[in-house]
């Protein structure tokens, strides 16, 4: 009875929130589905109240763990997740105009302000750092990212959950230790490779990122965009990927298709924000409109992410020791950056990432 009651408001709360997301909060089927899951909390309360409660993959509501699985239940938690929100207390004497601001804050792209009747526990990003120097976090945020690739198939699903915790490891790390190059960790033997280049290039990204004054969500879908830009080197056959020696033509053909792997697989993954497809997808464009996938005849322009992941892959591919090619320097590094400013890059981005660097570090 409860589980029937709970899913239904549940799917109501999620109608509601999508009525507002994708409309305002004029829009009728906000209204109609805000007061359809009000209705319902009378038969949830339990001496008062009703608490969701979310752990790990779980939602647990006035104590009992909710065992359905539904689309909606995904998603509902996937917001709170978004939200760092864990727990929610709903009392009784909850008005409707009460609760549909409620639902408007768990649909806005800001914090949702806890009120008289409903309480809302969220998890401070800065409460996770506390008393954890930047070294361990960045391990702990290297560990996950270590996880979710190994094993990792075209048939196996990536572990994005995990993933997106590793985000909020670094965006913390980046608060505790300004120097970008300090956190940057160098590939030690090859098959380290994956998930640290995925690391490096996320953090470079969110550094960038932040010097530009972006915050909030918007960093974590980019945070995560950067950890995913080469998700599809996977679906490039072995002996072309790992091969020691200069690439064949037919070998660099198959190369060159992994950002359109890498878009097709991130576009059919649910819980993926369609930013990561777009940057795996434009990550070896340039500036200009050269660079691979060839769309000049469509003149596409890279998003302002995927400038910013190119920036951040050049530097990391340059600075790391390959079985072809001496790792160089950061000075010899910002140089070619310079460089390639107006061609490869986007002058502001470079510019800003080159100022960003001299600010926090001595060497440059
Ligand atoms: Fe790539
Ligand atoms: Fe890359």
């Known amino acids: 009875m409860l589980q029937t009651k709970v899913s239904e408001f ?21 209204a109609e589905y805000a007061e359809k899951a009000a209705a319902l909390l009378e038969d949830l309360f339990v001496e008062g109240s009703v608490s969701f409660l979310m752990i790990g993959e779980s939602l647990i509501v006035n104590d009992t763990p909710f065992l359905e699985k539904s689309f909606s239940v995904a998603n509902f938690l996937k917001r709170l997740r978004k939200k760092k929100i864990e727990k929610i207390v709903i009392r009784k004497g909850t008005d409707i105009e009460e609760f549909r601001q409620f639902i408007a804050g768990l649909a806005s792209r800001g914090e949702v302000t806890p009120s008289p009747n409903i309480s809302v526990g969220i998890v401070e990003i800065k409460l996770k750092s506390s008393g954890t120097d930047a070294a361990a976090l960045l391990n702990k945020g290297l560990s996950k990212v270590k996880s979710s690739f190994q094993g990792f198939s075209r048939f196996k699903r990536l572990d994005i959950v995990s993933l997106e915790d590793a985000v909020l490891d670094f965006i913390s790390t980046l608060k505790k230790e300004i120097n970008v190059l300090r956190i940057v960790s160098p590939v030690k033997s090859h098959s380290e490779y994956t998930y640290i280049h995925a690391t490096n290039v996320a953090v470079l990204t969110l550094f960038q990122a932040e010097a530009l004054g972006i915050r909030g969500e918007d960093l974590h879908d980019i945070g995560l965009a950067g ?14 990927l790992e091969k020691k020696s200069a690439l064949t033509p037919e070998e660099w053909l198959e190369m060159k298709k992994h950002p359109i792997h890498g878009a097709i697989y991130l576009s059919r993954m649910k819980d993926v924000p369609p930013l990561a497809p777009i940057v795996a997808f434009e990550h070896h464009m340039k500036y200009n409109g050269s660079g691979y996938p060839d769309t000049k005849r469509m003149s596409r322009k890279q998003h302002i992410v995927s400038q910013m992941v190119t920036v951040a892959d050049f530097f990391d591919a340059l600075r790391t020791e390959r079985p ?16 390639g400013a107006n061609k490869d890059f986007n002058p502001e981005l470079v510019g800003s990432f080159l100022s960003g660097l001299a600010r926090v570090s001595d060497t440059l």
Not at 11 to 24: D, E, I, K, P
Not at 324 to 339: A, C, I, M, N
Request: overall charge negative.
């Open 324 to 339: 072809y090619r001496q790792s160089l320097d950061v000075r010899t590094v910002t140089g070619l950056l310079k460089e």
């Open 10 to 30: 549940v799917s109501h709360v999620m109608t509601a929130l999508s009525g507002c997301t994708l409309y305002s909060e004029q829009h009728p089927v906000f």
């Open 227 to 240: 950890l995913l830009h080469d998700v599809g080197k996977m679906f490039v056959p072995a002996e072309v």
